[in-house]
């Protein structure tokens, strides 16, 4: 059975409708879905290798954790069970920052996908080596130094999902709060 997804207005307000994913894409409705950056006590992100089957950006290193939001789910508890299915982590509401809304337009397959990106950030130590991933979604974790991500973003890696508004937004906020703490 098919996962439902809220059917969204263009201002991110639910419609009262709902319908699958596969719709949502065919007929370029808005929805809504959860990005998650995981940054441990070093500064450095966690980074995801999705499986090479997924229709977006197969193969590519990618944000700690992204996914859709069901119907009647927040984005909070999409996080919240996104987590535990992908990464095995348990966490509770208070452990995750909301820092921004990315509204955007993203071509995929001649179609085009019409997302409200709820960003989010997560300090915690993900233990690489022995976390239990979902191979669905993806394959390998690694962590990557914040400024050398955005070096490695900035320069286009073929390995990487390219740079977005989002990445460029986390980069700000991350050396504001950052520099800061040096200079304190």
């Not at 977006?56 to 984005?75: D, I, K, M, Q, R």
């Not at 987590?83 to 921004?100: A, H, R, S, T």
């Not at 397959?109 to 019409?114: A, H, I, R, S, W």
């Not at 976390?131 to 990557?144: C, H, N």
Request: with cysteine; proline share 3%; charged share 35%.
């Amino acid at each position: 059975m098919d996962e439902k997804i809220d059917i969204l207005n263009e201002d991110g307000t639910k419609t009262g409708k709902c319908t699958t994913k596969q719709e949502i894409y065919e007929k370029g409705y808005w929805y809504r879905s959860v990005h998650i950056w995981i940054i441990n006590d070093k500064h450095e992100l966690l980074m995801q290798k999705r499986n090479p089957d997924k229709k977006t950006f197969p193969n590519l290193w990618a944000l700690s954790l992204a996914g859709h939001v069901l119907a009647n789910e927040t984005s909070l508890e999409s996080g919240i069970r996104e987590l535990k299915e992908e990464l095995n982590i348990d966490i509770k509401p208070e452990n995750l920052e909301y820092l921004f809304t990315i509204k955007r337009e993203q071509l995929y397959n001649e179609q085009t996908l019409k997302v409200f990106d709820d960003v989010y950030l997560l300090p915690w130590n993900v233990d690489i080596t022995h976390a239990k991933l979902q191979i669905e979604e993806l394959t390998d974790i690694k962590y990557v130094y914040y400024e050398y991500l955005q070096s490695i973003l900035e320069n286009n890696d073929r390995d990487y999902v390219p740079i977005t508004e989002e990445n460029e937004k986390l980069f700000a906020i991350l050396k504001e709060r950052f520099d800061k703490k040096v200079e304190d």
